[in-house]
């Protein structure tokens, strides 16, 4: 059984940087593509960056060079380092496989991150 627990949310101001952290508890990360997800207010859960098993990283147009995913296999976890956030950054960001899961499947807490203007 796989567990997520991710962290590192918070409020705060347009330009400021938040690094999200998310542990995973169990088997087989090392052969398991993941991702961070984003759900927006009142909107769906939708793909922020996806990386590889061997660290090819990939990130939606709205966040690129803003925003940065890593993974570090050895501690199974991964990081997604936000810089110069936007209002529109807002939302519950959740880490998980990729591709992404169905709503039906596990998802961990997730961590809100929440930016003013």
């Known amino acids: 059984q796989v567990r997520l627990v991710e962290s590192g949310g918070g409020f705060v101001q347009a330009g400021q940087s938040l690094k999200l952290s998310c542990e995973y508890f169990?088997?087989?990360?090392?052969?398991?593509?993941m991702g961070w997800y984003r759900k927006p207010p009142g909107d769906l859960r939708d793909l922020v960056a996806e990386?590889?098993?061997?660290?090819?990283?990939s990130h939606i147009d709205s966040v690129k060079g803003r925003f940065t995913i890593s993974r570090d296999n050895a501690k199974k976890t991964i990081y997604l380092q936000m810089n110069n956030l936007k209002p529109e950054d807002t939302g519950v960001y959740y880490c998980?496989?990729?591709?992404?899961?169905?709503?039906?499947?596990?998802w961990g807490q997730g961590t809100q991150v929440t930016v003013s203007s």
């Open positions: 998980n496989r990729y591709p992404m899961p169905g709503i039906y499947d596990y």
């Open positions: 990386i590889t098993t061997d660290g090819h990283a």
């Open positions: 169990g088997s087989l990360f090392g052969r398991s593509p």
